[in-house]
């Protein structure tokens, strides 16, 4: 950590209303967690054998883990590009990363039928080496332990300036190796996600014509790559801004703004690609057909494409409108991974159709819910948000 970085827990209650309104609807998500379990997955939600990927696998891991990509985005800038202006967000960025995948892998545990078979991933000798979705399940379950290890140093930090104890003796002897370990861990954080996250757009092109022509492309995995650099990124930027407005710490506009330009490029690249793409195979009549399908790709870019110009178009730009453009693009990105990976998936077969069921909509959006309770929980407890002027 350089000398001029300081960081510092959030001082103040942990158990405000936010923080009880959040826990009472995960709370509901136990519940409703436990019901699934007792009753299988057909009683519990909309899924059919038209549509056996719902609300938990699509927005839970396909959309959440893309905005929790800010950690991995956050390395390459601090790490590899040698970005050093945005050290100080890096903690941040790398636990908005923890805690969405953490509970993306959680809600996955839920969504399939049999979680007690998850041991076999470690079963080398039963691997199908011919599986994307093995190496997607491996790549993020081995990326959760480095995040975490990414994430340990706050921790490390607040235990050796404790009283004497275990934690104490622990934190300053694991310290030094953490230290020395470091770029290992950064290169694995960095690695993986790589893999996963472009596997995933894998996942949808092996699904051929069930997928709208729209969105299948043999780009998928580059898309599905650039577009977690940028909900990352934008992820990390309204996050750090929501931070400081509910605990009154510093803006850190000097590094928001640069760093908003550059997801901006990364919207304007992603729509850049979406459109060549389009126009390369020839599908340009259904883009501009105004049916359901056309509207979709058209909201699509304008989310990308409106933040992105509404940042590059000035030389400074304040607090608020940075955060909608962020939040804006972030909802551009988030609809794209959407719609290639549920809107615009059509089974070939029968006459099926998908919503979710009201089981499923209040478990996504309670394990949502407990990523906010963790990030609020170790903000308060642990030196994650810097208070560097």
Request: net charge positive; hydrophobic share 55%.
């Amino acid at each position: 950590m350089s000398h001029r970085e300081r960081y510092a827990p959030v001082e103040g209650p942990l158990l405000t209303r936010p923080f009880r309104i959040l826990a009472a609807l995960f709370a509901v998500t136990l519940v409703l967690v436990a019901w699934r379990f007792a009753v299988g997955l057909g009683p519990a939600t909309a899924l059919s054998d038209g549509y056996p990927w719902g609300a938990w696998k699509i927005f839970n891991v396909i959309v959440l883990t893309a905005l929790g990509s800010g950690g991995y985005a956050a390395a390459l800038l601090v790490y590899v590009l040698n970005r050093g202006r945005y050290h100080p967000l890096v903690r941040t960025a790398i636990l908005t990363s923890a805690v969405g995948y953490t509970t993306g892998v959680i809600a996955l545990g839920v969504d399939i039928g049999r979680p007690w078979n998850f041991y076999r991933l470690a079963v080398l000798p039963g691997w199908n080496l011919h599986s994307v979705l093995l190496e997607v399940a491996v790549c993020i379950s081995i990326y959760l332990v480095f995040l975490w290890l990414e994430m340990a140093p706050p921790f490390l930090e607040k235990w050796s300036a404790g009283p004497e104890g275990r934690l104490k003796k622990f934190a300053s002897k694991a310290t030094p190796v953490l230290d020395k370990a470091f770029p290992w861990i950064v290169a694995m954080a960095i690695l993986l996600p790589s893999m996963h996250q472009s596997s995933l757009g894998s996942l949808f092109l092996l699904a051929g014509p069930k997928i709208h022509p729209l969105w299948q492309t043999p780009l998928l995995p580059l898309l599905f790559l650039v577009s977690c650099w940028a909900l990352g990124i934008a992820t990390v930027i309204a996050v750090s801004l929501l931070s400081s407005l509910a605990w009154s710490r510093p803006w850190h506009l000097d590094m928001l703004r640069p760093l908003a330009r550059v997801m901006s490029w990364l919207f304007l690249g992603l729509a850049a690609l979406r459109v060549a793409d389009v126009v390369w195979r020839g599908e340009t009549g259904r883009a501009f057909a105004l049916d359901g399908w056309s509207l979709f790709f058209l909201a699509e870019l304008a989310f990308l494409v409106a933040p992105a110009i509404a940042i590059l178009a000035r030389r400074s730009i304040a607090a608020g409108p940075l955060l909608r453009a962020a939040i804006g693009g972030a909802f551009g990105g988030a609809l794209y991974r959407l719609d290639a990976s549920l809107i615009a998936y059509r089974p070939t077969v029968g006459h099926w159709s998908y919503f979710p069921s009201l089981i499923e909509l209040t478990i996504t959006l309670g394990f949502a819910g407990l990523a906010v309770l963790a990030y609020l929980y170790i903000v308060k407890r642990f030196p994650i948000l810097s208070t560097q002027e």
